[in-house]
């Protein structure tokens, strides 16, 4: 079975979502605990808004070796640094008021079946959490979502023509929402589930990985930095 | 003064050092990881921004204690394990009321403590009230210039723990500045730093 690369962010933050059953194969490191060989042994990377991604500067040249090679890198945040290499920075969206923060769905993707547009562009009736602008997709990127009123593409995923897969998230992370009681809890477990049979991982023998344990109640200590 | 402003490498620590109407307050960005590699002596303050790796910020304790002794200053924002390594900083976790805003009738749960205070005669309340995550008991001597209703600070100033100026604040303005979200933390930011430069 493939393990999954979790970048621990500032926080040093064990996010909520690691409770999943569909986590039982995530590993987590800090930035300056990486090595190059990482880039080797795993084949799928999942980074954190909160990452320092100044500290990732040094090891593009490795991300884009693990992306040739077919490595799955699941991005959420403002891409403000050449991180990754061929990809431009965040532009911020072009209005901040209600109106110009309500997401609209472009195309279908798997993660987010069963996800209630209107659950991404509100919380609790506050609009802007899920996306405030954008980290530019590159040409033959499938765009998912973006915002209505001025364009501003939120998420995409990139087959990329030299190898490997990219879905962009530009802006908190995914799995933030998965003790919200909206549809768009589901986004975590489908990410998981997505990335683990590009994988080819088999999800009952990860579920069979994770101790019985209750999921997250919202109130450990690290709740302000789980998201 | 000249303010050097301590950058944790990520995106919200990008966007407001590069924010065209705060970056001028700044007279260079220091790497955090790289802060125990580099001279302070040609500044007046350091700011560090809020929510950091705390462990950075651990292994210059030293470093920055020497500054402040050199009767310089140094500003802590939110987030950044300050009752693990600032002199006199003691911190108490509260639950976050991130929706306080959304009820009828509810409460922000920050006062103005110190209406007199030099930063007050620019400064509103209202800019420093989004949500906060806990708060400090100031040590003795300290002066808060917002409490909570709990009895605690949200941001001090103190002249007695060091021989130099501590602000501590628990508040994350650089976070939801460079995040793009809360009007608030960035009417902190363009009230308080612009202060500091003057001093």
């Not at chain 1, 991300?63 to 991005?75: A, I, K, P, Q």
């Not at chain 1, 209630?116 to 802007?128: C, Y």
């Given at each position: 079975m493939q393990s999954i690369l979790y970048l621990r962010g500032v926080g040093h933050e064990t996010p909520a979502f690691f409770d999943l059953p569909e986590a039982g194969n995530i590993k987590a490191k800090l930035p300056r605990e990486l090595e190059p060989s990482d880039f080797d042994d795993y084949k799928a990377i999942l980074i954190p808004s909160h990452i320092n991604q100044r500290a990732l500067i040094p090891f593009a040249p490795f991300m884009e070796r693990f992306l040739n090679r077919g490595g799955v890198l699941v991005?959420?945040?403002?891409?403000?640094?050449?991180?990754?290499?061929?990809?431009?920075?965040?532009?911020?969206?072009?209005?901040?008021?209600l109106e110009d923060l309500i997401v609209e769905r472009v195309n279908n993707h798997p993660i987010f079946e069963g996800v209630n547009v209107d659950d991404l562009?509100?919380?609790?009736?506050?609009?802007?959490?899920?996306?405030?602008g954008s980290n530019p997709p590159p040409s033959g990127a499938l765009i998912l979502h973006r915002l209505k009123k001025d364009g501003s593409v939120i998420d995409w995923v990139w087959h990329r023509p030299e190898g490997g897969v990219i879905f962009m998230h530009t802006g908190n992370p995914m799995w933030m929402f998965v003790n919200d009681d909206t549809s768009a809890a589901r986004i975590a477990p489908?990410?998981?589930?997505?990335?683990?049979t590009l994988l080819g991982n088999s999800m009952d023998d990860i579920k069979r990985l994770m101790p019985a344990r209750p999921l997250c109640d919202g109130k450990c200590a690290q709740k302000r930095m789980c998201c | 003064m000249n303010i050097a402003y301590i950058d944790g490498?990520?995106?919200?620590?990008?966007?407001?050092?590069?924010?065209?109407?705060?970056?001028?307050?700044f007279a260079a960005n220091i790497y955090a990881?790289?802060?125990y590699q580099t001279d302070l002596s040609s500044f007046d303050a350091l700011y560090i921004a809020s929510r950091?790796?705390?462990?950075?910020?651990?292994?210059?304790?030293?470093?920055i204690l020497h500054f402040l002794d050199a009767g310089k200053t140094v500003v802590v924002a939110g987030d950044n394990?300050?009752?693990?390594?600032?002199?006199?900083a003691q911190w108490t976790d509260e639950p976050v009321n991130f929706w306080w805003w959304l009820t009828p009738g509810e409460d922000s749960g920050l006062r103005l403590a110190a209406p007199e205070h030099a930063l007050m005669r620019t400064m509103t309340l209202q800019d420093f009230t989004w949500h906060h995550h806990g708060f400090f008991t100031p040590p003795d001597g300290a002066v808060s210039i917002i409490n909570t209703t709990s009895g605690g600070s949200v941001f001090y100033e103190d002249t007695v723990s060091t021989k130099g100026r501590l602000f501590v604040t628990s508040l994350d303005p650089c976070y939801h500045h460079g995040s793009h979200f809360m009007p608030a933390a960035s009417r902190l930011l363009r009230g308080f730093l612009p202060w500091l430069h003057r001093q």
């Amino acid at each position: 079975m493939q393990s999954i690369l979790y970048l621990r962010g500032v926080g040093h933050e064990t996010p909520a979502f690691f409770d999943l059953p569909e986590a039982g194969n995530i590993k987590a490191k800090l930035p300056r605990e990486l090595e190059p060989s990482d880039f080797d042994d795993y084949k799928a990377i999942l980074i954190p808004s909160h990452i320092n991604q100044r500290a990732l500067i040094p090891f593009a040249p490795f991300m884009e070796r693990f992306l040739n090679r077919g490595g799955v890198l699941v991005f959420n945040g403002h891409l403000v640094y050449p991180v990754i290499p061929g990809l431009s920075s965040f532009v911020p969206a072009q209005g901040g008021r209600l109106e110009d923060l309500i997401v609209e769905r472009v195309n279908n993707h798997p993660i987010f079946e069963g996800v209630n547009v209107d659950d991404l562009s509100f919380r609790r009736g506050v609009a802007g959490f899920y996306g405030r602008g954008s980290n530019p997709p590159p040409s033959g990127a499938l765009i998912l979502h973006r915002l209505k009123k001025d364009g501003s593409v939120i998420d995409w995923v990139w087959h990329r023509p030299e190898g490997g897969v990219i879905f962009m998230h530009t802006g908190n992370p995914m799995w933030m929402f998965v003790n919200d009681d909206t549809s768009a809890a589901r986004i975590a477990p489908r990410l998981l589930v997505w990335v683990n049979t590009l994988l080819g991982n088999s999800m009952d023998d990860i579920k069979r990985l994770m101790p019985a344990r209750p999921l997250c109640d919202g109130k450990c200590a690290q709740k302000r930095m789980c998201c | 003064m000249n303010i050097a402003y301590i950058d944790g490498g990520t995106y919200y620590h990008h966007d407001t050092f590069h924010d065209p109407e705060l970056n001028p307050y700044f007279a260079a960005n220091i790497y955090a990881p790289e802060l125990y590699q580099t001279d302070l002596s040609s500044f007046d303050a350091l700011y560090i921004a809020s929510r950091q790796d705390s462990d950075d910020l651990l292994f210059n304790q030293e470093k920055i204690l020497h500054f402040l002794d050199a009767g310089k200053t140094v500003v802590v924002a939110g987030d950044n394990a300050a009752e693990q390594w600032v002199p006199g900083a003691q911190w108490t976790d509260e639950p976050v009321n991130f929706w306080w805003w959304l009820t009828p009738g509810e409460d922000s749960g920050l006062r103005l403590a110190a209406p007199e205070h030099a930063l007050m005669r620019t400064m509103t309340l209202q800019d420093f009230t989004w949500h906060h995550h806990g708060f400090f008991t100031p040590p003795d001597g300290a002066v808060s210039i917002i409490n909570t209703t709990s009895g605690g600070s949200v941001f001090y100033e103190d002249t007695v723990s060091t021989k130099g100026r501590l602000f501590v604040t628990s508040l994350d303005p650089c976070y939801h500045h460079g995040s793009h979200f809360m009007p608030a933390a960035s009417r902190l930011l363009r009230g308080f730093l612009p202060w500091l430069h003057r001093q």
